[in-house]
């Protein structure tokens, strides 16, 4: 700097309005860095500078530029510019400029602002700058806390549920949403006091529809396994009467008592091709029980695997099994799945089972992706009620899955106005609602929560 400027050098000084900047007595140079942080991408935060004159002449302000990041831009502010004759910052005085900061692209940038002026009435140029920095960070996806559609609006059910066209509807033809839970096997809830102390299949399921308000809450009868001939429905000890008499019945006269709807659900998950004996004689024994009880719904078969085509299934299983539950129970509800874990039903769109009152299941978790749903689901949904009776998440659990999963499905569900029982109303069987002092998993991770405020609309 020359010995003139030197001697008639007016000083300004920048205050920024996050972090002041540093400027050093004598000289023109702006040190220290305005940090403007963390910013989401498609939002801008805008910082107000001050510029003051200090010293003992005017200054004529000219003009300004930016160089680094082209994420910052001037706004605004009271400072002038002008280029042909300068505007005047009169001693002592003070004006601002306005620098917004609206990031493009994720990670961290710097930028300067630099504005060069003249000393008093002569030419002599000088000019300063200040230095700044900002980090643009992706948006975060949350979905807003979901609300009930406004189109068709559910209504509380009451008694016999009817099809029409795809929707479920009342007997005054409004159409139902029925949104709960699935509970464990109920013979395991009831003797299995070492997996879940204390409670049992009347109370996890009371306190479903009670404190979570619950009003559909499915119950997934396991049929049993060779490896354990004491338990399940086919047990030669424990199984068919006495399991009916000791673990369903009461549960199911209690809960429609209420008037909260129940799905008995046989619980297979396997292959289909050697169970239509199996199958046939569980709903020869099942369909006329509740026949009579219109809070009853029924699931044919839970997961069919292989093979993996819905002709087959219709043909051998589906069809043949739904004809059998309408020679015992022709109104109640009934639920058909596809094979490949109830994931594979677009066929029914085309080619559906006969009958009356019947609707088609999905079950959709974390590993199928969004793209799928419309692909899988879509044309089914289209033109027949869709039940959901399974879906959840629990990061690092069974079938994985985060909040983010659950607020997208939850969505898409709403959306299309689908009834649905979550997975699961438990401690042990995962995805689950519960730790396992029964207090609720909270997200991202946990759906416990989630849930809870779903069923509580």
Known sequence: MSKWSKKYFTALMLFGFLSPALVNAGVTSVSGTTNYGQVTIGQSKTTTFTIKNIGSQNVRLDSHWFSGSTEFSKVGGTCGFNTTSGWTLKRGKSCTVLIKYAPQVAGA??????????????????????????TGANPVVVNPTPTPTPTPTPVPATGW???????????????????????????????????RPGVSARSVANLATDTYKAKVIRLPILPGDPAYPNEGFFSATNGWDKYFNNHIAPLVTELTNKGIYVIIDLHYVSNYDTLYSKVEAFWKYMAPKFANNPYVI?????????????????????????????????????????????????????DP????????????????????????????????????????????????????????FETWMRNRGLSWTVWSFDILWGPRMFNSDWTLKPGPGGMGVFVRDLLAQ
């Open 353 to 408: 089972v006969l009958g009356k009152n019947i609707v088609y299941v999905a079950h959709v978790y974390a590993n199928q992706t969004i793209s799928m749903w419309d692909s899988r689901y879509g044309a089914v949904a289209d033109k027949y009620p869709l039940f959901i009776t399974e879906w959840g998440f629990e990061s690092g659990g069974t079938e994985g899955g985060d909040i983010t999963y659950g607020q997208n």
């Open 109 to 134: 940038v710097s930028g300067k602002f630099t504005f060069g002026y003249y000393l008093g009435s002569g030419w002599t140029w000088e000019e300063n700058s200040i230095s700044y920095t900002g």
């Open 161 to 195: 549920l009817n099809v029409v066209g795809n929707k479920i509807v009342n007997a005054n033809g409004q159409t139902v949403i029925l949104k709960g839970v699935n509970i464990a096997d109920p013979e395991h809830l009831n003797l299995k006091t070492w997996e």
């Open 298 to 350: 029924y699931e044919m078969f839970n997961e069919p695997i292989y093979p993996d085509n819905w002709s087959t299934w219709r043909t051998t299983i589906a069809q043949p099994i739904a004809n059998l539950i309408r020679s015992y129970a022709p109104n109640n509800l009934l639920l058909v799945g596809g094979p490949y874990w109830s994931s594979h039903i677009a066929g029914a769109a085309t």
